[in-house]
């Protein structure tokens, strides 16, 4: 298949030319301006430089504005693509496509940088150096960037501005927006906080469903998976987890730990029980195991998987009786009447 469409690629080429092929009638030019934050508008496009742009291959005037700033006019220039001459040598075809899709030119330079002429007594230049802990951070007005700490910038001010919002920004770290007043000329190195990173951390539970509380919020039921953000200062979160019928178990949470699991103890109630048997001596088995003769006591535990208990009581000559207990059934004593063998 691939060697078919290479197969094809010089008729393509030749049918629809070099450079509508390549490099089609749209080009990137990227706007910049001294100082930034202009306002650049061109081909009915906007922008605020530093901003890249999609334009038709045609000639453009382009309108770069800023308060306090003269506005700038500049022209963007088409030449001749390298392209064209390809779609020259393969035919007249080609290259009557390429000029009637108006592909045969490229813009001069895809770089525009503006310098603008501050208005007289309306801007002053100034000179401000910014630091931060640790460097590299993005130093923005607004939505306009103005260089990477350590920066050495010359920042315009108009006439009767008397502060800047300055905003720090470094990948993985909290934006950090401070004041600059007029007369600073140095600030930091500001000290960045590192951003919290967010841990996806999934709660299990054996037996599933209990409660899950970290640092006493109810998150939900396990199983359960829930995002927990932790900063380089976070110590361990104090975790329960809490099920009807069971002991509540408390767990340590590491920062940035992804799993935490929990099995549970059943909560068992020991209730004695008095057993009296007509006539006296009855062997008394519970659950099959030997309990002794009656009359005697013997303690029963209760849980949430325990709910019942079986009784057997025998005596020689006598019909051995079962007798299944519940939990309403372990706080009154069981009095056995046993019946003589036919």
Known sequence: MFARTLGLAPGLLA??????????????????????????????????????????????????????????????TRKISPWFIGSCVMGVLAAGTDILAGSWKEF????????????????????VAVESDPSGAEVLIGD??????????????????TEKTLTLRLAGYR???????????????????????????????????????????????????????????????????????HHVEKKQLAPRQAELAAALREIVDEIPLKITVDPKGAKVTIDGAAAGEAPLEAKLSWSVSRVKHVVTVSYPGYATKKIELSRADAARPLDVRLSASP
Do not use: N
Not at 144 to 161: F, H, M, S
């Open 108 to 127: 001069d330079s895809t770089e525009v940088l503006v310098t603008l002429e501050a208005l007289p007594g309306t801007v002053q230049q100034l000179a």
């Open 175 to 245: 934006p950090k927006s401070f004041a600059l007043k007029r007369d600073e000329r140095k600030i930091g190195p500001v000290a960045l906080d590192l951003a919290p990173v967010r841990v996806a951390t999934t709660f299990s539970s054996t037996p599933p469903g209990a409660e899950v509380r970290v640092g006493g919020r109810v998150l939900g039921r396990a199983p359960l998976t829930v995002d927990l953000e932790w900063s380089l200062k976070d110590g361990p979160r104090a975790v329960e987890l809490a099920l009807d019928g």
């Open 15 to 76: 049918l629809a030319g070099c450079t509508l092929v390549m490099q089609g009638t749209t080009q990137d030019v990227t706007f910049s301006s001294e100082p930034p934050g202009a306002t650049v508008s061109v081909a009915g496009l906007t922008g605020v430089t530093p901003v890249t742009l999609t334009l038709p291959k045609e000639d453009h005037a382009v309108d770069v504005r800023r308060d306090g700033y003269r506005d700038a006019q500049v022209v963007l």
């Open 144 to 161: 306009v960037l103005y260089g990477r700490t350590p920066a050495e910038l010359r920042l315009p001010w108009l006439k009767g501005d």
